[in-house]
Nanobody, 123 residues
Framework: QVQLVESGGGWVQAGGSLRVSCAASGRTFSIYTMGWFRQAPEKEREFVAVIEWSGVRTAYTGSVQGRFTISRDNAKNTVYLQMNSLKPEDTAVYYC????????????????WGQGTQVTVSS
């Protein structure tokens, strides 16, 4: 079992940067594949980025490729999403998620979810 708590969301102007963090409880965090998802108002939740347990392999949705970076610090039980060159369409609630499934994973593999953190990008 792992519990996830996101932080670091907020308001930023277009072109700016934010970093959201996800702190995980549990001693087995390092074996989890971790991901970030987001949900904009009146839209379905969508995949943003994923990182395997070692941090070596990552993947991104096309709309954030080159602007967002997912990383993790297993010693701190934390996964990060650095968001640069933010656009108004990045406005959403960002959710951290974890799974014990091995790479590659699909969205439906994620078993554990945080409560979400709001990111708002103004034009």
């Amino acid at each position: 079992q792992v519990q996830l708590v996101e932080s670091g969301g907020g308001w930023v102007q277009a072109g700016g940067s934010l970093r959201v963090s996800c702190a995980a409880s549990g001693r087995t965090f390092s074996i989890y594949t971790m991901g970030w998802f987001r949900q904009a108002p009146e839209k379905e939740r969508e995949f943003v980025a994923v990182i395997e347990w070692s941090g070596v392999r990552t993947a991104y949705t096309g709309s954030v490729q080159g602007r967002f970076t997912i990383s993790r610090d297993n010693a701190k039980n934390t996964v990060y999403l650095q968001m640069n060159s933010l656009k108004p369409e990045d406005t959403a609630v960002y959710y951290c998620a974890g799974t014990r499934a091995t790479w590659p994973v699909a969205a439906h593999n994620f078993d554990y979810w945080g409560q979400g953190t709001q990111v708002t990008v103004s034009s």
